[in-house]
């Protein structure tokens, strides 16, 4: 990432976090051409500075016909894989900071569907993109179909756990 594009960012989150309360700032992409050692450490100076929520991070792969895949200063994948290891190792430790901060907290998510690890339990996500898994109450655990009341609904629950990318958590 170069100089001025992380200043830009630097400015940027703690106003985009001033102005919205418990927002989720995601991030990056390693390995683009061009991108030098120096680039990479303020990429990765900066994802420890902001400490993103989460992050959708992934080596740059060339796509044929675009300018970027006909650069000459292409990185070499052995680079490429060795920044993206360690960027997601440092956005796995931001994003299981982000779920312990929010233990004991009362949140609205969105009941998407069951989850898949545990049918018995209702999935969704919260405004930051954090999923949310917690049982249904217990008149709707009578019958399949009652779960389904919720899927589609915007829930209050008090998160209970943080597991690294997502929580569990009661109604209240």
Same mark, same amino acid.
């Given at each position: 990432?170069?100089?001025?594009?992380?200043?830009?960012?630097?400015?940027?989150?703690?106003?985009?976090?001033?102005?919205?309360?418990?927002?989720?700032?995601?991030?990056?992409?390693? $390995?683009?051409?061009?991108?030098?050692?120096?680039?990479?450490?303020?990429? =990765?100076?900066?994802?420890?500075?902001?400490?993103?929520?989460?992050?959708?991070?992934?080596?740059?792969?060339?796509?044929?016909?675009?300018?970027?895949?006909?650069?000459?200063?292409?990185?070499?994948?052995?680079?490429?894989?060795?920044?993206?290891?360690?960027?997601?190792?440092?956005?796995?430790?931001?994003?299981?900071?982000? $779920?312990?901060?929010?233990?004991?907290?009362?949140?609205?998510?969105?009941?998407?569907? =069951?989850?898949?690890?545990?049918?018995?339990?209702?999935? $969704?996500?919260?405004?930051?993109?954090?999923?949310?898994?917690?049982?249904?109450?217990?008149?709707?655990?009578?019958?399949?179909? $009652?779960?389904?009341?919720?899927?589609?609904?915007?829930?209050?629950?008090?998160?209970?756990?943080?597991?690294?990318?997502?929580?569990?958590?009661?109604?209240?």
């Amino acid at each position: 990432m170069h100089a001025h594009t992380c200043r830009k960012i630097r400015r940027s989150c703690p106003r985009i976090r001033q102005a919205r309360d418990g927002i989720a700032i995601p991030r990056h992409i390693v $390995g683009f051409p061009g991108e030098t050692e120096d680039d990479y450490k303020q990429t =990765r100076d900066l994802v420890e500075e902001i400490q993103f929520d989460n992050a959708f991070v992934f080596r740059y792969s060339p796509r044929r016909g675009t300018p970027a895949a006909e650069r000459p200063d292409q990185i070499d994948e052995r680079t490429k894989e060795a920044r993206n290891q360690d960027l997601l190792r440092l956005v796995n430790e931001s994003t299981r900071r982000a $779920g312990e901060r929010l233990v004991g907290q009362c949140v609205k998510f969105s009941a998407r569907d =069951r989850s898949k690890t545990n049918p018995a339990r209702l999935m $969704g996500r919260t405004p930051t993109n954090k999923i949310v898994v917690f049982p249904p109450s217990p008149r709707l655990r009578r019958t399949s179909e $009652g779960d389904a009341e919720l899927v589609g609904e915007l829930v209050d629950v008090r998160i209970e756990r943080a597991n690294g990318f997502s929580c569990t958590a009661r109604r209240y």
